[in-house]
Nanobody
Framework: QVQLVESGGGLVQPGGSLRLSCAASGSIFRTYALGWYRQAPGKQRDLVASITSEYRTNYAVSVKGRFTIFRNNANNTMYLQMNSLKPEDTAVYYC?????????WGQGTQVTVSS
């Protein structure tokens, strides 16, 4: 069982920045494949960015060049640095972890981009 806790969401103006954090339990964090997803009202949950245990990253086209995913294995935490935020980035952001055949989710954190 892996527990994931997100933090860092909030209200930001268009063009602003936020950094989300995802703290994970477990002594083998370095082996986890991790990702950030988001879900806007009335829409499906979509992948925003992912990072493997080998630090390979992947981004949705809509956020490439604006968002950066990274991880710190020393403190069991994954991050999503979000710059140049747009109103269409408004959503609940979830972190996720793949470990073997299992997939774990955090509880989500709200990001609202509005003036």
């Amino acid at each position: 069982q892996v527990q994931l806790v997100e933090s860092g969401g909030g209200l930001v103006q268009p063009g602003g920045s936020l950094r989300l954090s995802c703290a994970a339990s477990g002594s083998i964090f370095r082996t986890y494949a991790l990702g950030w997803y988001r879900q806007a009202p009335g829409k499906q949950r979509d992948l925003v960015a992912s990072i493997t245990s080998e630090y390979r990253t992947n981004y949705a086209v809509s956020v490439k060049g604006r968002f950066t995913i990274f991880r710190n294995n020393a403190n069991n935490t994954m991050y999503l640095q979000m710059n140049s935020l747009k109103p269409e980035d408004t959503a609940v952001y979830y972190c996720a972890c793949a470990l073997g055949p299992n997939y774990y989710w955090g509880q989500g954190t709200q990001v609202t981009v509005s003036s």
